[in-house]
């Protein structure tokens, strides 16, 4: 298993060294390397369609409850499947099993082998199953509430069945540490706020005093840097750069 604390523990290096630590005081804190880390992964998560993973999760139904609290990592519910398609009025699944192919295989090559059938069979009783999970029950009408992580689920449950959800969750940091096209964006926007945070710090005093006449902070210097890489790095997010399809934001 991949050691998280591990590579937050290489990406803090990573910023510690290109700031010229050892060779310089650093005057960074453990608690701001991990602060620019936690801003590099939210932006990422935020902007980035390559900080997301499609993922298939069974949930229990119990009679009569149409609010399920869904664990924290799932961010959107796409699509419901029930195992049958038929009513909900009765049997524990739900309602009768039914496999088209099997129908369509039985069908045209054991109970009418000498007609002609094959994938015309196959493709009528897959739109069958389609009409009668639209009739009776198959597809179910949802509501998802990504603040609080619940679905709704918009009609009276009636029995308990096991339904699969086709969603989206956050790929864990372990994943996007280790994605070759993620992770040196994270390293670099990491050491981006980094230098905001010291140049902020830096910016304070314009010098030092020392025995002859002191010397030049270069904290606004710093502030400049990390503003042209925060921008270079937020438009390579559209670009698809660190993964993903790539994705513009519209205002208006």
Partial sequence: MADTNLDRQNIYDFIYNMLGGGMVDVELDPIHY???????????????????????????????????????????????????????????????????????????????????????????????????????????????NRTRHNLTILQRIRTEETLLLECYNYRPDTQIFADYLASQWIKDYALAIAKMMLGEARSKFATIA????????????????????????????????????GYAFLIG
Avoid: C, H
């Fill in 34 to 144: 991990s602060t620019a880390l936690d801003k590099a992964l939210s932006v990422f998560r935020q902007r980035s369609e390559n900080s997301t993973e499609q993922s298939y999760f069974f949930m229990p139904t119990i009679e009569d409850q149409n609010i399920y609290t869904l664990p924290n990592d799932i961010i959107e519910v796409k699509k419901i499947f029930r195992r049958s398609v038929g009513s909900r009025t009765g049997g524990g699944d739900g309602g009768s099993i039914f496999e088209p192919f099997n129908l369509a295989y039985t069908n045209t090559y054991l109970l009418a082998s000498s007609n002609l059938g094959g994938l015309a069979t196959y493709d009528l009783y897959s739109q069958y199953q389609e009409l009668v999970g639209r009739m009776f029950g198959s597809f179910i009408a949802f509501n998802w």
């Fill in 210 to 245: 020392g025995p002859q006449g002191g010397g030049q902070l270069n904290g606004d210097t710093l502030k400049s840097e990390a503003a042209q890489s925060i921008e270079k790095l937020e438009k390579e997010i559209g670009e698809a750069v660190p993964g993903g399809s």
